[in-house]
Nanobody, 125 residues
Framework: QVQLVESGGGLVQTGGSLRLSCSAS????????MAWYRQAPGKQRELVAH???????MYADSVKGRFTISRDNAKNTVYLQMNSLKPEDTAVYYC???????????????????WGQGTQVTVSL
């Protein structure tokens, strides 16, 4: 099986920066779209940004110009650089992969809609 492990969350003041990382463990052959979502208390989970296998990116309007998503395919890792953070960015951030192929005993298998455990980001005034 494959797991997504996130790191990099924490507490930061308004205007500060954080960098989130999410790595896929296991014998990965390929990963399609990697994305970051977030969920604030009492709100629905929302898409923050995604990056395709060939590097194309998309951002929510609320983070454009402040956040940068990137990926390292050799490390099966996606990053989210968050600058100029605001209190409204406070949320649990989740990593997501829409589709990946991995090997178990040399047999290729697919997994869809894989989620990380989430990492808390808190931005104080």
């Amino acid at each position: 099986q494959v797991q997504l492990v996130e790191s990099g969350g924490g507490l930061v003041q308004t205007g500060g920066s954080l960098r989130l990382s999410c790595s896929a463990s296991g014998r990965i052959f390929s990963i399609n779209v990697m994305a970051w979502y977030r969920q604030a208390p009492g709100k629905q989970r929302e898409l923050v940004a995604h990056v395709t296998a060939d590097g194309s990116t998309m951002y929510a309007d609320s983070v454009k110009g402040r956040f940068t998503i990137s990926r390292d395919n050799a490390k099966n890792t996606v990053y989210l650089q968050m600058n100029s953070l605001k209190p409204e960015d406070t949320a649990v951030y989740y990593c997501n992969v829409d589709r990946l192929v991995f090997y178990t005993a040399s047999i290729p298998q697919e997994m869809y809609d894989v989620w990380g455990q989430g990492t808390q980001v808190t931005v104080s005034l």
